[in-house]
């Protein structure tokens, strides 16, 4: 059943649909009066009937719910250094998938491509509507935030608001006694927010993974193999997922 994020609450059981939403109900899912569909407002979804069409516009009436909540038990923030091409979307829409709570962009000293800040909000934006729509076809309850572009001094300092702080170390997967990442997942399980910060192409500088551990970060090794600045989130979020879920 099609799926989408309101920003509007049911009143009196009643919610009017506008915009890109009810562009796409009417003329690319050519829905009719007495068509279902599930409406998300306030991270609580329930299921709903149109019950008219006003314009462009779209009438729908409550039906059923709260239904199930499919989001993680724990917030995930993923913070990765700015990778090149066309990565950022990968991470977006696939981690959206797997139930990141935020994405964090911030400016690494590898960063081999630098954030045009006069372009800067419409990326952003153009990232927002990528995990708008892999919410939507995951059934997700939220929308992941896409936050603006830090420097790594910004990204210290916000670090702060999370209980859980990780950084994934390349050379951690170098050492024969490291600590295995699912251990340390199960103690980083009894937090409710978890920030874990990837390097871009070529990884974190040691200067960088030196401040990172001076403000309480824990290096994780994720295996033997070095992943790819896309497919290191992917991989932790899924670890998490397996733990909690």
Not at 38 to 60: C, L, M, N, P, W
Not at 104 to 123: H, M
Not at 168 to 195: G, H, M, P, W
Not at 206 to 218: A, Q
């Amino acid at each position: 059943m099609q799926r989408y994020f309101s920003s509007l609450p049911f009143i009196n059981n009643r919610l009017l649909i506008s915009g890109d939403d009810a562009k796409h109900i009417q003329k690319v899912m050519r829905m009719q009066e007495g068509n279902s569909i599930i409406i998300v407002t306030e991270e609580v979804a329930y299921k709903a009937v149109i019950t008219g069409f006003e314009g462009q516009d779209v009438r729908v009436e409550l039906t059923e719910g709260p239904l199930k909540n499919n989001e993680l038990p724990k917030k995930i923030t993923i913070c990765c250094g700015l990778p090149k091409g066309e990565k950022l979307d990968l991470i977006t829409q696939k981690g959206t998938e797997l139930g990141m709570d935020e994405l964090v962009l911030f400016d690494a000293e590898r960063s081999i491509v630098k954030w045009d800040s006069s372009k800067g909000l419409k990326k952003q934006q153009r990232l927002q509507k990528i995990a708008k729509e892999a919410a939507e076809q995951s059934h997700r309850n939220k929308i992941p935030q896409i936050s603006e572009m830090l420097s790594f001094k910004q990204l210290l300092s916000m670090s702060s608001k999370y209980d859980c702080l990780f950084v994934a170390d390349e050379e951690e997967a170098k050492l024969s006694d490291r600590k295995r990442l699912v251990d340390q997942l199960k103690e980083a399980l009894n937090f409710d927010s978890i920030l874990v910060v990837f390097g871009p192409e070529g990884g974190l500088s040691r200067k960088e993974i030196s401040e990172l551990h001076e403000k309480g970060f824990h290096s994780i090794s994720l295996g033997p193999r070095i992943l790819r600045a896309e497919t290191a989130p992917l991989y932790v979020l899924s670890a998490i997922s397996y733990e909690v879920e």
